[in-house]
């Protein structure tokens, strides 16, 4: 056996590891080598095999066309996928014929071509149940399973491939089977594999885990987790290694996708809280090390409310992506750029060293607002407020900082918006701006000026009421009636809000006791804040309110915010299902998002959704708009979920609506929120226009104050 000699030890061992009969058959159909196994099976020994035709082992009958099968096979011809299965009847030395299951495998045997044939004894396999037989179960589990696994030799010469490893890297198992996986290995990561061989070799581990690459004949990258055990002969040698692999190609790329996802706002790719907060953490960490300023500029909106309520949803999201674009371009790439939430924009700026450059960056964000942006066909005019905080190494946490520039913008907002103002200690008093408001609204809450006002909710059929929203209304000691949107807005950061939402809860439960105490009559719908939607404590709080006012449970019914939903759909489901074992109702609040967002909350258990008054009222493409009522009420009656249109002002919008098929109707044609002393005369009979009723003492003041609210 010439200069392969060394190497033929090797093939011997691992033809001897195998467990079933094994032939290394050459080009010209002699054997090569053969194990054990195969000779007990023959009869023959192995010496009496090696240089045998492997047409002696064949029935006479068949041998010559085994022998041009074999030719063809040899000369690729007639090429059987490598590695699969035949049956043929083999002929022992005694003359007996045998039924065996014969696997072909094409080698290169350093340098010569040889064919490896694995052979089964299927009269003995018939007689062994699958349940003994454990060679037999590896063999097929090697087959069939969907893990790609690979045999290699000491070298890291693949000696067999499974179907699954074949699929993995695109390629057929003739063009694996005697390569090692230089050919078909990410360029970079050339010598993983090399270094984990040597270490298994040197008996430095036992089993190898690493991640690599490689790249498909599609030319893609795979990444794949590889693990990599060894077998060894008596005498410590590696006989052969086998390679398990699990393509995570797909699971990494979603990973980082989940990373990115995580740290930034889904709606215009700016940085969000969780990643601000991180860089506010260390840019603060670095002033205190390396001393200079840093700053955090609050970018508010200014009535950004108007957009979404006359253009939309579509329209107010497509501005919002416009103003983070405008904001981007005059942000420098040391600092952070994020959305912080709704219409409020925040921007970390690190590394300066004058107050004077934070003003210039506060001009600079203003003056990118200033033309009109052009958003699905229209101009929308677009300002906002800023309020800053600059800190050095002296300045308190990265809380009170964020604290310091909410104060500042309030300010801004204060002193007429389309502005910046710079926190001082000043404002931070609670006799001026913003604290001086909040304890006011915390007056209100025991002083009586905060109360809930009632707007009904009729059947669209018969504009009579089957419900009322209850609606938060603040009458202020100076500036009269305060509507909800501004005062909300204050107590949203704070605990105040939750105070708020219990009070509303209480309110409107009590009420809705007094209009009937029969179990049929209207129902009470409360507004809920993203803080108590999300508070652990709200069913305690819903329980506590209806246990006090004596409600029938299912005459309560919760309006979850659409955008709240949004942002949280697994939470928004733990917290309707809670409700709903309660008896409570959940109604979708000012849907107006669209169909993408309905498919992913529908499966909630709602009682209602209520359709957003821009889709009620559209501003622009109408028939755009009425074929998405359309769709909401088909899908909402398809899932026993009633539709309410809110913001039906006039006998047209009555009639679309109705057109649709909405069930229930909202709006100032049958009556705005009145107090609870007013809600009696609208109960029981029809509401339409001469029922408009618009309430001075509250309406008119809080339309006026609206226009100033943010
Ligand atoms: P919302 O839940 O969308 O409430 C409907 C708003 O639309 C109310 O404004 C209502 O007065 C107004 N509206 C009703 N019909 C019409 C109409 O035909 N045309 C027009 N242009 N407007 C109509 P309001 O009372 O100022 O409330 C504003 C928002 O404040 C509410 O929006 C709700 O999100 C929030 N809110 C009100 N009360 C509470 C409360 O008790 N708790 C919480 N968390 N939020 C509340
Ligand atoms: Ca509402």
């Known amino acids: 056996m010439s200069e392969s000699d060394g190497s033929a ?63 063809r096979f040899a000369d690729g011809v007639q090429r059987r996928p490598s590695g699969r299965h035949s049956h043929l009847s083999l002929v022992t030395k005694d003359g007996a014929e045998r039924d065996a299951d014969i696997a072909l495998s094409q080698l290169d045997l350093d340098g010569e071509p040889m064919t490896l044939a694995i052979v089964r004894d299927l009269d003995d396999l018939h007689r062994t149940s699958l349940h003994g037989d454990s060679e ?36 057929t198992r003739d063009e694996l089977l005697g390569q090692d996986s230089t050919s078909f290995t990410y360029p970079l990561d050339l010598g993983l594999t090399e270094a984990s061989l040597e270490r298994v070799r040197r008996h430095e581990v036992d089993a190898e885990h690493y991640v690599k690459r490689y ?13 990599r055990r060894a077998a060894y002969d008596a005498s410590g040698h590696l006989l052969f290694n086998v390679i398990s692999e699990r393509d995570v190609t797909e699971e990494r790329s979603l990973t980082a996708q989940l990373a990115h996802q995580a740290l930034h706002d889904p709606l215009t790719g700016l940085a969000n809280r969780a990643l601000l907060e991180d860089r506010l953490a260390r840019a603060r960490a670095k002033v205190t090390r390396q001393g200079g300023f840093g700053a955090i500029l609050m970018v508010d909106l200014d009535d950004f409310k108007d957009v979404n309520d006359s253009h939309g949803h579509l329209v107010g999201d497509q501005v919002l992506i416009a103003v983070a674009r405008r904001l981007e371009e005059v942000a420098r790439t040391a600092d952070t750029l994020c959305r912080f939430g709704g219409d409020e924009f925040v921007y970390l700026v690190e590394g300066v060293h004058q107050a004077e450059q934070v003003r210039r960056i506060a001009e600079r964000l203003l003056g990118s607002l200033e033309k009109p942006f052009a958003v699905m066909g229209l101009s929308v005019e677009q300002h906002a407020s800023i309020g800053v905080a600059i800190w050095d190494i002296e300045s308190p946490d990265d809380l009170a900082v964020l604290e310091q520039a909410d104060l500042a913008l309030y300010e801004a907002k204060r002193l007429g918006r389309n502005r910046y103002t710079v926190f001082s200690p000043s404002l931070d008093q609670s006799h001026s701006g913003r604290g001086h408001d909040l304890q006011a609204l ?96 709200l069913t305690g709080h819903v329980r506590a309110a209806l246990a006090a006012s004596g409600l029938a449970h ?26 709903r074992d309660l008896g409570v109702g959940c109604a979708l609040d000012g849907f107006g998002d669209g169909l993408a967002s309905l498919a992913q909350l529908l499966h909630l258990d709602l009682r209602f959704v209520k359709i957003d008054r821009s889709l009620v009222r559209p501003p622009t493409d109408a028939n755009l708009h009425d074929a998405l009522v359309d769709v909401i009420v088909t899908l909402g009656h398809r899932t026993g979920i009633d539709v309410v249109a809110q913001g039906v002002e006039t006998p047209e919008d009555l009639d679309r609506l109705r057109q649709a098929g909405c069930d229930l109707s909202q709006g100032f044609l049958f009556s705005q929120a009145v107090p609870l002393s007013e809600v009696n005369p609208l109960m029981g009979t029809p509401l339409g226009l001469a029922n408009a009723k618009v309430n001075p003492s509250s309406m008119s003041a809080i339309q006026a104050s609206t226009t100033s609210a943010s």
């Open 9 to 71: 030890v090797g093939w011997a061992q691992f033809l001897s590891s195998i467990p079933d009969g094994a032939l290394l058959i050459d080009a010209t159909g002699h054997i090569h080598l053969a194990n054990e196994t195969f000779a007990d099976y023959s009869g023959y020994s192995t010496a009496e095999l090696e240089g045998l035709s492997v047409e002696c082992l064949v029935p006479e009958r068949v041998s010559a066309a085994h022998a041009l099968t074999r030719e």
């Open 136 to 171: 037999l179960r590896y063999r097929l589990a090697f087959d069939i399973s969907v893990a790609p696994i690979v045999f290699t030799d000491d070298r890291d010469r693949i000696l067999a491939a499974n179907d699954a490893f074949c699929d993995l890297l695109g390629r």
């Open 215 to 227: 790249v498909h004949r599609d030319g893609r990258v795979l990444v794949v987790e590889v693990a």
């Open 442 to 537: 915390r007056d209100a809450l025991s002083d009586g000026s905060l109360s809930m006002h009632f707007q009904p909710i009729v059947s669209a059929q018969t504009t009579t009421a089957v419900g009322f929203e209850a609606l938060m209304r603040w009458q202020h000691h100076e500036r009269g009636w305060i509507a909800p949107s501004e005062f909300l807005g204050l107590a949203e950061p704070t605990d105040l809000i939750g105070e708020l939402g219990a009070f509303a809860l209480r309110e409107a439960t009590r009420a809705a006791a007094s209009w009937s105490p029969a179990l049929d009559g209207p129902y009470v719908t409360v507004n809920l804040s993203a803080r108590q939607l999300f508070d652990p404590e």
């Open 554 to 579: 299912h005459r309560l019914v919760v309006e979850i915010p659409e955008r709240v939903a949004l942002e949280d759909a697994a939470r928004t489901s733990l917290v309707v299902t809670e409700l």
